[in-house]
């Protein structure tokens, strides 16, 4: 037996406006310890939908990197990431590179490839001085929060994402398919119904139709799941997305969302979409050595601005192909 012990569920900490958080004695044996108790944990996730555990001390790359592996059964390899991160190890990656002083909203993990992350983990090998939340919010509460003819539309077609490749802004090619051969690219977007085109510059431009709301494959509870004010142009800061339309052109952002029938996607939209989280918002500061545990499909994260250094490392894993993350119409040609 391991030399610390799970806590007993009256132990969990609830409160309306923070995470789950479950505190724990050190163990002797943080991956044993991962591997002895994953279910226990996994079922408090699924019964809350996030869950910190304070504690183990993850305050290592090899620590972390041992105990997600651990709790996942195994790790992801991202695959259309919109930003590049740096790979700490396999399925192991740094969090998303965004400016410090500049809130990252809510969203779900990929939630736009055909194979999404059913679970998300982090671990704070370096908490910040101030701010720097990982918070989350719930996708069934919001899905019920938002206007209803917002979610009908929004159910009835999907979203569409748009993204165009270039050098400077965003994930590479590379980085986003593993290559940048054009025909293993052609054929990864084919078999993932992408939409594609090669522009006259030699860039690449992608659509994708998604379904909006989808059914959680454990619960079968309806979630609002998406990043359809995550990645639309009227989330960036108003100089960014200025600079962006000046150097790319409207048709021509690195990366845009839309109503599932092309349609554009009004500022009010994405501020009623960013107010609605923000009301169903919960967060906990980190504490160096924290472990985060997220349904990804059920509960949204943001990264919170922050002052001082912060290192949160990120793995993803249970990889789901959701029965309703398609509209059956818009596949790749």
Not at 32 to 58: D, M
Request: glycine share 8%; proline share 7%; aromatic share 8%.
């Amino acid at each position: 037996m391991p030399s610390s012990s799970l806590a007993a569920p009256l132990d969990v900490e609830l409160r309306p406006d923070r995470p789950a958080l479950l505190r724990v004695d050190p163990p002797d044996d943080t991956a044993s310890w991962a591997a002895e108790y994953r279910e226990a944990l996994r079922a408090l996730v699924t019964e809350h939908g996030a869950l910190i555990v304070r504690g183990l001390g993850l305050k290592d790359v090899d620590r972390a990197g041992a105990v997600l592996g651990r709790l996942s059964g195994g790790l992801m390899t991202e695959t259309e990431a919109f930003a590049p991160r740096e790979a700490e190890g396999p399925g192991l990656y740094s969090s998303t590179p965004w400016p410090a002083n500049q809130p990252m909203c809510m969203h779900h993990e990929l939630s736009y490839p055909v194979e999404v992350p059913g679970l998300m983990l982090f671990a704070c090998l370096t908490a910040p001085e101030e701010g720097g939340a990982t918070a989350v919010a719930d996708a069934e509460q919001v899905l019920r929060a938002l206007p209803a003819e917002l979610t009908e539309r929004f159910e009835r077609e999907g979203w569409l994402l748009t993204r165009t490749y270039n050098e400077e802004i965003g994930a590479s090619l590379a980085e986003s398919f593993g290559t940048d051969d054009r025909d293993a690219i052609e054929s990864y977007c084919r078999s993932h119904a992408i939409d594609f085109s090669w522009r006259p510059d030699g860039s690449l431009r992608t659509e994708q139709r998604r379904a909006a709301v989808v059914r959680h494959p454990l619960t079968g509870r309806r979630c609002w799941f998406n990043q359809i004010a995550f990645l639309n142009e009227w989330t960036l800061a108003p100089e960014v997305r200025e600079y962006l339309v000046d150097e790319y052109g409207a048709d021509g952002l690195p990366f845009n969302t839309r109503y599932g029938d092309g349609t554009a996607i009004g500022e009010d939209v994405v501020r009623t979409v960013n107010v609605t989280y923000e009301e169903h918002t919960r967060r906990e500061p980190w504490q160096a050595g924290d472990l985060m545990l997220v349904d990804n499909i059920r509960t949204a994260h943001s990264r919170e601005p922050f002052t001082g250094e912060r290192r949160v490392l990120v793995g993803m894993a249970e990889p789901r192909r959701l029965a309703d993350g398609s509209p059956a119409e818009g596949s790749g040609r």
